[in-house]
């Protein structure tokens, strides 16, 4: 018998089979609408013969593949159990994290690291390394620049903390704001009254606010001001004292606008200041203020700068592939 047949044989008797119970979450919300996440199920594990039946799964296969796939499955249980459901998106993130942390993103085994509780309950908390860093600094700087591309949850990890803070009582309001229609803030030529015109830059921001807070409540927050979303340059002539303030997209601010932005920082005030500086929109003969602020601020005491990149993204898996592609692009544009 050649080594290849031995090795054949050897994993022919190996093989073994378990049977897991899923008693504990909804069976359709684990196995998906048609079986769709059962089928993500079976193409990350390929060597394995995987059956479900009522509430439980059989897997047939090597041991070591089985423990795998046990880990991963128990993942997703823990997530059920914590959340009631469980997103297609979601559900390729977890069984596509195969290191510690990664675990650790999606399995609730540090309660206190909540932010907030939203609408129904939901959790929101810091699911990444450079997220959770970010949750760390503001507790000892009160200015923070959080840098990194698309989907790497700076945004919203920034509102998370601006809520926690007003839940909290640490600030009387929040401020948002964005540099509106690129970084011209030339509003005149859309339509509508000043709301309709800069709402559609503001969206994300809302959309973050949406997931925190109940929409009665954040109707009224909104009505008196507690809650401010307003383009940048309404910020100017203004202190703002008591609040906490995050500048997204900040990688559109000339080097006046972010200065501007900077200089109204009172007294009791926290600021976040976001951008991704691979996707300005300035026009040519201008240069990002978010690129200069960071390199003259970088060695200032109690202003904290943190670094996020594709290992954060949090939306869908292309989008890490997406950014690691146009990443290499770009270096070899830069060689």
Not at 237 to 256: K, P, S, V
Not at 305 to 322: F, G, N, S, T, Y
Request: proline fraction near 4%.
């Amino acid at each position: 018998m050649n080594k290849q047949s031995l090795n054949n044989h050897l994993n022919f008797n190996t093989l073994t089979e378990t049977i897991i119970n899923l008693e504990s979450v909804n069976p359709i919300e684990f196995f998906g609408a048609n079986n769709g996440k059962l089928d993500l199920l079976k193409k990350r594990f390929p060597l394995l013969k995987i059956l479900s039946r009522g509430t439980q799964l059989k897997l047939s296969g090597a041991p070591e593949q089985i423990e795998q796939a046990k880990e991963k499955i128990d993942m997703l249980v823990q997530y059920l159990q914590r959340n009631g459901n469980v997103s297609h998106n979601y559900f390729e993130q977890i069984l596509g994290g195969d290191d510690a942390e990664s675990i650790d993103n999606f399995v609730d085994k540090h309660p206190n690291d909540v932010l907030v509780f939203g609408p129904n309950g939901k959790s929101v908390r810091a699911r990444t390394q450079n997220q959770k860093k970010m949750v760390a600094s503001v507790e000892k700087n009160d200015i923070i620049f959080a840098i990194g591309p698309a989907g790497t949850g700076k945004t919203y990890t920034a509102v998370a903390l601006a809520v926690r803070a007003l839940k909290n009582k640490m600030v009387k309001k929040i401020i948002l704001t964005r540099p509106a229609v690129e970084a011209g803030e030339s509003l005149g030529f859309l339509p509508g009254d000043l709301k309709e015109k800069i709402d559609p830059y503001l969206r994300p921001l809302y959309d973050a606010l949406d997931d925190m807070i109940p929409a009665d409540k954040l109707g009224y927050y909104m009505t008196t001001r507690v809650i401010e979303i307003a383009p940048l340059a309404y910020m100017r002539g203004r202190t703002l004292d008591n609040a906490f303030i995050i500048l997204d997209e900040a990688q559109n601010t000339t080097d006046l606008q972010i200065k501007m932005f900077l200089t109204r920082i009172g007294s009791n005030a926290k600021a976040i200041i976001t951008g991704d500086l691979s996707q300005i929109d300035l026009p040519k003969n201008q240069k990002s203020g978010l690129d200069k602020a960071t390199r003259i601020l970088k060695n200032i005491d109690g202003i904290a700068h943190i670094e996020l990149d594709e290992e954060d993204v949090v939306r869908h898996r292309l989008v890490k592939a997406i950014i690691r592609a146009y990443d290499k692009e770009r270096e070899k544009n830069d060689q």
